[in-house]
């Protein structure tokens, strides 16, 4: 295998235009559960665990209200992740990858747990969703040492605000400390007293 990037040259146009977002930190003795964890935004995760619970408190909801738990929040997470957890706020091509791999992520996730699925199809079991979470969890590292070429690239910085408008005043000239002074002298008292 070629090295995509000998003598440390610097990028070419075309790399530079597919950069993607650095990926989210991993630990290497987190389980394959927790590896596919870290791509999916907490407050999603939080959501759906809420969700979830209320709706198995529930034991006659309606199948459909369960898909459509899991929707919504696989359709609201690529914009959770764009516009609340990324800097600067917005769709652009550079958080592809992050977007794709957390919202592939949560899905797998939810398959795992059963979700909906195991509540719809006859033909789910748990073992399924174990096997596709640990091919998921091994195959998106491989994903993204391909999208980062093995160097992610730092993250954009942070935009330098304007400084805020001086007001205009007039200027304060230091303090500068007081001498005592003598008391004046009035004009009628010769300059040596009176004899």
């Not at 898909?67 to 696989?74: C, G, N, P, Q």
């Amino acid at each position: 295998m070629t090295n995509p990037n000998p003598n440390n040259a610097p990028p070419s146009r075309w790399r530079r235009r597919l950069a993607q977002e650095p990926p989210p930190n991993a630990n290497v003795a987190d389980s394959y559960f927790e590896k596919l964890m870290k791509y999916i935004p907490a407050d999603i995760v939080a959501a759906y665990v809420a969700l979830d619970g209320i709706l198995k408190e529930g034991a006659n909801d309606p199948v459909w209200l369960t898909w459509a738990v899991f929707l919504a929040l696989l359709v609201l997470t690529p914009f959770y992740i764009c516009y609340r957890k990324t800097d600067p706020p917005g769709l652009t091509f550079s958080k592809t990858f992050h977007w794709v791999a957390s919202t592939v992520a949560f899905a797998v996730w939810v398959f795992a747990l059963g979700g909906p699925f195991a509540v719809t199809f006859a033909w789910y079991k748990p073992v399924y969703g174990s096997v596709l979470l640990i091919i998921t969890t091994l195959t998106l590292p491989v994903l993204e040492s391909i999208f980062y070429g093995g160097n992610p690239p730092t993250p954009p910085a942070a935009p330098v605000l304007p400084a805020e408008p001086a007001i205009l005043t007039a200027p304060v000239p230091p303090e500068t400390p007081t001498l005592p002074t003598a008391p004046p002298q009035s004009p009628e008292d010769p300059p040596g007293g009176a004899e």
